[in-house]
């Protein structure tokens, strides 16, 4: 039996998208998704939880996210979990978890307007990493 790898995300993104292109030319853009969540702890005080989610668009959708999407903008993402490896500078290995988009919907958030795209499933080979270490500390919002 086959298990099921599938993220859905709203959230609003830490920074501009990121684009490239990989060797191939095919586009390539990095997403810095936050998502929240608040509550009330026991004593009755307000408690937040950000988390941080990297976020790998391919193809025509990633230069629509770069064209439309900014900083703050609220979105939803829906796609897969991916864990990757390679060796840094100094030859130690490294990893990283992201979400390899297959629908990114471009919510009201900063900006305004809306709007949809949808990507084939990107190759299954990359060039390089983006970067290694995701922002834990500043919320973009």
């Known amino acids: ?10 959230g609003n993104l830490g920074a501009d998208p990121e684009l490239r292109y990989t ?7 990095d997403l810095r998704l936050a998502t929240s969540r608040r ?3 026991k004593d009755g005080a307000n408690q937040e939880d950000t988390q941080w989610h990297r976020v790998v668009v391919w193809g025509r959708q990633a230069e629509q996210c770069k064209e439309h ?9 829906e796609g897969r979990l991916q864990t990757r490896s390679w060796e840094d500078r100094d030859g130690n290995k490294r990893y990283t978890t992201e979400i390899v988009a297959q629908t990114v919907q471009f919510l009201g958030g900063r ?3 809306g709007g ?9 080979d990359r060039d390089a990493p983006f970067g290694n270490d995701m ?6 919002f």
């Open 1 to 10: 039996m086959a298990g099921i790898n599938k993220v859905i995300l709203i």
């Open 39 to 41: 509550w009330r702890d």
């Open 111 to 113: 900006g305004g307007g």
């Open 135 to 140: 922002p834990d500390d500043d919320i973009p």
């Open 69 to 77: 999407l900014s900083k703050g903008r609220q979105v939803f993402v």
């Open 23 to 29: 060797g191939s030319n095919q586009a390539v853009a």
């Open 116 to 124: 949809s795209t949808d990507a084939p499933p990107p190759p299954g």
